[in-house]
Nanobody, 124 residues
Framework: QVQLVESGGGLVQAGGSLRLSCAAS????????MGWFRQAPGKEREPVAV????????YYADSVKDRFTISRDNAKNTVYLQMNSLKPEDTAVYYC?????????????????WGQGTQVTVSS
């Protein structure tokens, strides 16, 4: 069992930055593939960024490439999402998720554990 707790969301103006954190607890949490997903009102949950547990392999959605950076600190069992140059279309609830496999996947249904989500609102 893995518990995930996100933090760092908030209200920011367009062009600003936020850093989200996801603290994972539970057995071997540092050995899971970790992902950030987001869900805007009336839309389906979508992948934002994913990071493998050992070699730092990453995946980014095209909409956030060159603006967002995912990283992890396995010693702290924490995953981060640095979000720069934020746009109003980035407004959503952001969820941290863990996958009990070293294979990187971006599909929502491939993830086994989810956090409660943190709201990110970008004003124009």
């Amino acid at each position: 069992q893995v518990q995930l707790v996100e933090s760092g969301g908030g209200l920011v103006q367009a062009g600003g930055s936020l850093r989200l954190s996801c603290a994972a607890s539970g057995r071997t949490a540092s050995r899971y593939t970790m992902g950030w997903f987001r869900q805007a009102p009336g839309k389906e949950r979508e992948p934002v960024a994913v990071i493998g547990w050992s070699d730092g392999r990453t995946y980014y959605a095209d909409s956030v490439k060159d603006r967002f950076t995912i990283s992890r600190d396995n010693a702290k069992n924490t995953v981060y999402l640095q979000m720069n140059s934020l746009k109003p279309e980035d407004t959503a609830v952001y969820y941290c998720a863990a996958r009990t496999s070293w294979l990187i996947r971006r599909e929502v249904n491939e993830y086994d554990y989810w956090g409660q989500g943190t709201q990110v609102t970008v004003s124009s």
